[in-house]
């Protein structure tokens, strides 16, 4: 799993971004991501570790999270 921390979130829309430790580009997480790790309201700054896959279309999308 890689470090990162919540660059945003908006729970009216459903999904945000992680920004991963190492520098490289942020990631994409829906909501539905965080529920089924039976986290809840997410803020901008909250240190976690994510894995993640790509899209149909070849983006990057967190597949799974958990606070640190």
Same mark, same amino acid.
């Given at each position: 799993m890689i470090n990162g921390t919540v660059k945003?979130? @908006?729970p009216i829309k459903g999904y *945000? =971004?992680?920004l991963p430790s @190492?520098? !490289?580009l942020a990631? =994409? =997480?829906h909501s539905e991501t965080a529920d089924k790790a039976g986290i809840a309201g997410l803020t901008? *700054?909250?240190r976690l570790k994510f894995s993640? %896959?790509?899209d149909i279309q070849g #983006? #990057? !999308?967190v597949a !799974?999270? %958990?606070l640190v």
């Open positions: 945003n979130f @908006d *945000g =971004f992680i @190492d520098g !490289s990631v =994409f =997480f901008a *700054g909250q993640f %896959e790509f #983006r #990057r !999308s !799974s999270l %958990e």
